[in-house]
């Protein structure tokens, strides 16, 4: 019987960075075409970049989990992460950060997403690598 194992599957997925590139964009836009459709190219890649590495800072390391993490970041706030509900889902140990981003609509509460939305600042794109951190 033939095997194929997930690292198999993620090299067909995304063989390099560009590919991941590639992917992460397609989702944004895909997800979030409203928010992005004026926002030049060269411009949207440099925030999907940004969003790409706040995905790894958090643990995220396949393609897919990367793109979920920056749709997410997109749609409800650059830094949706940082929320107290949101923090404590995507540090539970007892799953992978796939699984965990899967989990957030089921365990942060709608009145948490809300106040997430209401503090979407803009300017985290503008501020680099450095914003992540924070």
């Known amino acids: ?11 067909f ?11 992460v964009c397609q989702a ?8 992005v459709k004026d926002i030049q190219e060269n411009r949207l890649i440099d925030m ?3 969003g790409m590495d ?7 390391t396949r393609p897919e989990d ?9 749609e409800f706030s650059p830094t ?5 509900f949101v923090s404590t889902v995507l540090n539970d140990p007892s799953y992978p950060i796939g699984d965990l981003i899967a989990q957030l ?14 503090d979407y600042d803009p300017a985290f794109w503008f501020r680099g690598k450095e914003a992540a951190a924070q």
């Open 105 to 118: 609509p089921e365990r942060v509460p709608a009145e948490a997403w809300d106040a997430i939305c209401e």
């Open 13 to 23: 997925i995304a063989q390099n960075e560009h590919d991941v590139l590639e992917l």
């Open 48 to 50: 999907v970049n940004i």
């Open 1 to 11: 019987m033939l095997v194929i194992r997930d690292a198999q599957i993620q090299s």
């Open 80 to 84: 949706f992460y940082r929320d107290q």
């Open 28 to 35: 944004v836009f895909e997800a979030c075409g409203e928010r």
């Open 54 to 60: 706040t995905a790894r800072m958090m643990g995220a």
């Open 66 to 74: 990367i793109a979920a993490f920056v749709v997410l970041m997109f």
